[in-house]
Every structure is written in structure tokens, then in C-alpha cells.
């Protein structure tokens, strides 16, 4: 009970206070939602991703041992989203947004602060979940990049895209810097790092703007997919993933529970900007984010059961 009551006050509920600050500013002076899109997307998205990139510092073994398990687990992810798409004979787009809000999760801005609040005392559960945000950010601004943009072109066009975006360059930038042990001066960091910290009141300020005048009227069979499959059918083959693996003890606690987050904010920024059911990708963000607070707590008290670690 206690878990719950921290990651309600101390993680959903400054979330929701942006999204509902988002929704007002929307309401009284009806912001341009291109063009907030854009800039997160364009601007604000490779200031974060260059950000996480250099400044991550992990042993070789953990690396390694984690990114095993994230290349099984989204693989198996996938394709379990692909099968459920065709199984419920979704569109192309409804299905590119789907599967989007189905593989990524919120592993930053709500990830790292429960992991920063479960393994207070073991900083290698921290670790591993800076890992697991770099991975999710590598697979937004590709696998993500391109189911979005192939729901509406193909080939020649899905490539030229994906090359326009300043976020590739801005991670291989990033990692060039990391391997040549360059430091960046003070004059050139502080502007970036400013822009990265601005990413999370922008991105859910938009967030709160898209859904400013959404109406839920009834629960559509595409939200009870997302729903259950972000947040149980995730954790599930995370946990089948663990066990086949023989991944133990903190490492073991750490991925499994960070298969349980709810659906990126990054789905619906992309499902904006590439105009695929961007109110869908929107209920299922607020959706899984609000009945997170149930399934992580459980997931957090079955981890330490299964897994042994305080």
C-alpha cells in the first residue's frame, strides 16, 4: 500500500498535473497541436536522446545481460502486436498507432522515478533502467519512427523520412562523442541540457492539448487491447522472457518490472505528427498510465516475491 501511495503522489499525479494543464491551456487559448508536435518531435526528442546517450555509465556485463533480454522480449512484443492487429482486422494506420502504443513504454519520465524509488538502496536497478530508456528511445526513433510513417508511405519515402530526422544524428553524434571520450564545453552543454529537461512539461502539455476536448463516451475494443496488453500480456512475456533466459535476482527484478510501464507519450506524439488516430493514441496513454498505478504496484510486490531482493 505504501508502494502505490508513492507512485500515486509522486509520479502519476505530477503527470496528470501537466496533462490537465495541457487540457486547459488548450480549452482558453487553442494552441496549434502541429506545431508543439513538431517542435517535441524535431527539437526537443534528439536533445533528450543525445542527453541519455552520453551521460549513461554501465558496466559491460549488465549492458550486455540487458540488452539480451530487451532484444527477446520487444521481438516477442512485436510480433504479439502484429498477431492481435490482424486478429481484430485493424487498418494501417489504427494498426501502426496499435502497435506503437503496445511495444513502447513509458520507461523515462515514469520508469526511472519508480525504479529511482524501488532500488533506493541497490543502484544497479537504476542502471539497468537508464539502459532500458536509451534502448526505448533508440526504438522510438526507429521501429516507432517507421511504423508511423509506413502507415501512409512506402519505400523511397518511408527512407527519406526517417533520414530527415535530426534524432539519428543526434544519437550517433552522441555515441561518437561517448566512444571518443570527448567532453563537451559548458557553453554548448548547457543549452542542450536545458532543452532535454524541457521535453517532459512540453511533451505532456501536448499531451493535455490533444486530449483537451476528448470525449470518452464508451471504451473502444482497440483501448481494451492496448490496455491489456501493455499492462498484463507485457509483464507476462517479460516474465517468460526472465525464466528463459535464468536471469536472477536484481537484474531478474529490474526488467520485470520495467515491462510493466504503461504506453509511451512518445505513441501519441508520433501518432500526432503523422495523423494516425491520434485520439486513440491518446486514450491509451492516459489509460495505461492511470490503471499503471494498480498493475506496477503488483507487478513490484510479485518481483520481489519471485525474485528474492528487498
Not at 47 to 71: D, P
Not at 167 to 175: Q, R, S
Not at 207 to 228: D, E, N, Y
Request: proline share 4%; with cysteine; aromatic share 10%.
Amino acid at each position: 500500500m505504501n508502494i502505490l501511495f508513492h507512485i500515486l503522489m509522486d509520479i502519476i499525479f505530477p503527470i496528470f498535473l501537466l496533462i490537465g494543464a495541457g487540457a486547459v491551456l488548450q480549452r482558453l487559448i487553442r494552441m496549434d497541436l502541429s506545431t508543439l508536435s513538431t517542435l517535441t518531435v524535431y527539437f526537443l526528442l534528439p536533445a533528450v536522446c543525445f542527453v541519455n546517450i552520453y551521460q549513461s555509465k554501465m558496466s559491460s556485463e549488465l549492458i550486455s545481460q540487458t540488452l539480451v533480454f530487451l532484444i527477446v522480449f520487444n521481438i516477442a512484443l512485436i510480433l504479439t502486436s502484429m498477431v492481435v492487429a490482424k486478429a481484430n482486422k485493424f487498418d494501417r494506420k489504427l494498426t501502426a498507432t496499435f502497435k506503437n502504443s503496445m511495444v513502447l513504454s513509458n520507461s523515462g519520465n515514469y520508469g526511472l522515478p519508480v525504479s529511482e524509488l524501488v532500488f533506493a538502496a541497490n543502484p544497479a536497478g537504476m542502471s539497468i533502467q537508464i539502459i532500458i530508456s536509451i534502448f526505448q528511445n533508440l526504438l522510438t526513433f526507429t521501429y516507432g519512427f517507421f511504423n508511423s510513417v509506413s502507415a501512409q508511405s512506402s519505400g523511397r519515402d518511408i527512407i527519406r523520412k526517417i533520414i530527415r530526422l535530426p534524432v539519428i544524428y543526434a544519437l550517433l553524434l552522441a555515441i561518437l562523442l561517448k566512444c571518443l571520450h570527448i567532453d563537451i564545453p559548458p557553453f554548448l552543454w548547457k543549452p542542450i541540457e536545458n532543452s532535454s529537461n524541457a521535453f517532459l512539461a512540453v511533451a505532456l502539455v501536448t499531451l493535455g492539448a490533444q486530449v483537451a476536448f476528448l470525449k470518452i463516451t464508451r471504451i473502444s475494443r482497440p483501448i481494451v487491447w492496448i490496455v491489456i496488453g501493455r499492462l498484463i500480456i507485457s509483464p507476462l512475456i517479460g516474465l517468460v522472457v526472465i525464466f528463459c533466459l535464468g536471469l536472477t535476482g536484481i537484474t531478474a527484478q529490474a526488467l520485470f518490472i520495467a515491462s510493466s510501464f504503461p504506453s509511451s507519450r512518445n505513441s501519441a506524439l508520433l501518432a500526432l505528427e503523422y495523423d494516425n488516430y491520434p485520439e486513440y493514441a491518446s486514450q491509451a496513454v492516459l489509460l495505461t498510465t492511470i490503471l499503471s498505478g494498480i498493475t506496477v504496484t503488483i507487478v513490484v510486490y510479485l518481483s520481489k516475491i519471485l525474485f528474492g531482493i528487498g
